[in-house]
Nanobody, 126 residues
């Protein structure tokens, strides 16, 4: 069983930056594809970014491309989401998730992920 714990959320002004962290408890983290999702009030959870085990492949939703950067440090069992130029529409609960059996072209699907963190709130004020 893998446990994921997010941190780094908070309140920031329009145009500001935040860095989210997600740390895994198990010993297989380095094998997993890791994703970031978010859920705004009244909306479905949506894919934000993903990174493969070696960091050679990263993926972003169109809404965050060129503003967010996903990275990982396998030695620290951690994945990060650097969020720059934040906008009020980025306000949401952000979740990290682990896909233990990566299938190409499925990284943006919730059902692809086996483990989820509890989420961290990000609020962007205008």
């Amino acid at each position: 069983q893998e446990q994921l714990v997010e941190s780094g959320g908070g309140l920031v002004q329009d145009g500001g930056s935040l860095r989210l962290s997600c740390t895994a408890s198990g010993r297989m983290f380095h094998n997993y594809f890791m994703g970031w999702f978010r859920q705004a009030p009244g909306k479905e959870r949506e894919f934000v970014a993903g990174i493969n085990w070696s960091s050679k492949s990263t993926y972003y939703s169109d809404s965050v491309k060129d503003r967010f950067t996903v990275s990982r440090d396998n030695a620290k069992n951690s994945v990060y989401l650097q969020m720059n130029n934040l906008k009020p529409e980025d306000t949401a609960v952000y979740y990290c998730a682990a896909d233990t059996n990566f299938v190409p072209n499925s990284y943006d699907l919730e059902r692809s992920y086996d483990y989820w963190g509890q989420g961290t709130q990000v609020t962007v004020s205008s």
